[in-house]
């Protein structure tokens, strides 16, 4: 019984209810009438067919009249209803619109419009991302299958050797995308615990240097770090690592031979600038905004053979926003490229 | 030594045992839960490779009730989960290591190893190979009874390299035991590379007898070997 009213519209409920209470309002009304004195007990009987058609045009008029309105108020409802099961999830581009947008109904329609403005977003990018995927393991894919099928033929053992190397380079950096690709996937959800602590800015960029000047070196580049001894900032040592790593692998990568790269760091106001500073090709404003975004390739076929994956820098813009830092660009073509992190100072 | 494998992949089982038979191990292979634990109440093992994803019983799951059992074998995980969480909880069930697959084939056996010899006897602090000679105390070195100069860094690198002598070494075994990295994905390949190419110069530039050699794809691995 109560499943069966609670599947009735709306409209019809409150229709129902609202004829039930003008029943009773009006049986209520003889009743006080009668104890009053008012209407006298024999005249009730006499004008009982008079008093039953006005009580039930009462009851039918309160429960047609409820209907009506009801069904008025509820319309843009309906309409709202029958716009939101027109959507998909390939049809995201649509909004809801309604009369009045100031309303209950119009603020729930401003409601579902924003949600729906963050899903479409989110698909977009999903499929974005999984199209990117697909191409980037298909690379190595491609290439250990072609390897692969010419070692199948092929009976020198040298050569059969080196094929195996060569499938298991490729199989190596599938394993290094899949897992940056995690940490960031990972990241969205912030599963990642952080530790966060006081620290010497100096103390990161000299274990950078330390790692990465010999590189330079081999590039005749030099690694130059100049930063004030008592610096300090908060950070995750890992992540700020990380990122430094990343933006100084970059730059040794893309500078020609003999430039030099600097690592600086220094107080602004209220911030500690950590900066990646190189003198190599640049980067064009077009790509400046898109170079943080998971497999933004500026040059795609370069890149790609220096080793890279096309994730360095959103590793580096995720770990830097992780500790609660920014990271930006300053980069003109033909004259170098300046990353810089700002992160919140701590004052000693 | 004795090994079982708990691995429900056959074909990934069947690599295992086959590398690790090479390797001078004898192994059973159990490809689920059950199969497993069954192993381990009938026979004696020096070691447990186990998968923690199994069908039927899971690799905690067997863990869990091997050691509260009192069994104290080492216990090696296999797993696909790497995080945080999954470990600790990995460790915390009785793990005497843990490996996130996909794995080299190479961590695998050095961790085997440094299980296994973890109750044998103290290594030697001198070393040598062929006409090489490694003083871990003194951080010293010498070739031909000609000493070598090594920055903290390659001396740190051989010492390593020394430690499984005619074992495979990856970069990610380096990033983590030299390097002290424990971020995986911390990118320290080419500084590897670097200063793998610096060790080699300095020990083996111009010797018949070469003793760093790079395993393509793989990692490098120290023995002697003449220059073909």
């Not at chain 1, 309906?78 to 109904?105: H, Y």
């Not at chain 1, 190189?278 to 040059?299: L, N, S, W």
């Not at chain 2, 090994?3 to 689920?32: M, N, P, W």
């Not at chain 2, 070739?143 to 002598?165: H, K, M, S, V």
Request: charged share 25%.
């Amino acid at each position: 019984m109560k499943a069966r009213w609670r599947r009735r519209p709306l409209s019809v409920r409150l229709a129902l209810w609202n004829a039930v209470a003008a029943a009773a309002a009006v049986l209520l009304c003889v009743a006080l009438a009668a104890a009053a004195g008012i209407l006298k007990p024999a005249a009730v009987f006499q004008r009982l067919a008079m008093l039953a058609l006005i009580w039930g045009c009462a009851t039918l008029l309160f429960g047609v009249g409820s209907w009506l309105m009801a069904r008025r108020l509820l319309a843009p409802l309906e309409e709202l209803l029958a716009q939101t099961r027109r959507l998909s999830a390939k049809g995201l581009s649509r909004r809801l619109s309604v009369a009045n947008p100031s309303d209950e109904i119009g603020q729930l329609a401003a409601g579902l419009n924003a949600l729906l403005e963050q899903l479409e977003r989110s698909f977009a990018e999903l499929d974005r991302l999984t199209a990117d995927v697909s191409h980037e393991l298909r690379t190595p894919l491609t290439a250990m299958r072609a390897v692969g099928e010419v070692a199948q033929r092929e009976r020198n053992p040298a050569i059969l050797h080196d094929a195996v190397g060569s499938m298991l380079e490729e199989i190596n950096r599938m394993n290094q995308l899949i897992e940056r690709l995690l940490l960031l996937t990972r990241s969205d959800d912030d599963e990642i615990p952080l530790q966060m602590e006081a620290g010497l800015v100096r103390q990161v960029l000299v274990e950078v240097n330390d790692a990465l000047s010999l590189v330079a070196e081999e590039k005749q580049q030099q690694l130059q770090t100049e930063c004030p001894d008592h610096l300090l900032a908060v950070f995750d040592p890992a992540l700020l690592r990380l990122a430094l790593m990343n933006l100084t692998q970059n730059a040794i990568r893309y500078s020609p031979a003999g430039k030099p790269i600097k690592l600086r760091a220094f107080a602004e106001q209220d911030e500690v600038v950590v900066e990646v500073a190189d003198e190599g090709p640049g980067i064009a404003p077009e790509h400046q905004q898109k170079i943080f975004q998971r497999f933004y390739r500026v040059d795609k076929a370069r890149s790609r053979a220096e080793g890279g994956v096309g994730l360095g820098l959103a590793i580096v813009k995720w770990s830097v926003e992780r500790i609660g830092g920014t990271v930006g660009l300053e980069s003109e073509p033909g004259r170098g490229s300046v990353f810089r992190i700002r992160l919140r100072m701590i004052r000693s | 030594m004795h090994l079982l494998i708990v691995e429900d992949d056959q074909k990934t089982a069947r690599a295992l045992a086959s590398g690790l038979e090479r390797g001078g191990f004898s192994t059973a292979t159990a490809h689920t839960g059950e199969e497993g634990f069954f192993l381990l109440n009938a026979q004696t093992f020096d070691l447990v490779v186990l998968d923690w994803m199994l069908p039927g019983r899971s690799g905690i799951e067997i863990l869990k009730t091997l050691r509260s059992r009192g069994n104290k074998t080492p216990v090696l995980l296999l797993t696909a989960r790497d995080a945080v969480d999954d470990r600790v909880l990995g460790l915390e069930s009785g793990a005497d290591d843990y490996l996130v697959k996909p794995f080299a084939f190479a961590e695998l056996v050095a961790r085997i190893r440094t299980l296994l010899r973890r109750s044998g006897p103290n290594e030697p602090l001198k070393k040598a190979l062929a006409d090489l000679v490694v003083d871990l105390e003194s951080r010293r070195v010498w070739r031909a009874n000609q000493p070598i100069e090594l920055t903290p860094r390659e001396f740190d690198l051989l010492a390593f390299l020394f430690r499984q002598p005619g074992q495979v070494v990856t970069r990610q075994m380096l990033a983590k035991e030299v390097w002290r990295e424990a971020n995986r994905i911390t990118p320290l390949d080419n500084v590897i590379d670097v200063h793998v190419a610096h060790l080699r110069r300095k020990l083996d530039e111009g010797r018949a007898v070469k003793l760093i050699h790079t395993i393509r794809g793989v990692g490098f691995v120290l023995r002697e070997e003449a220059n073909p």
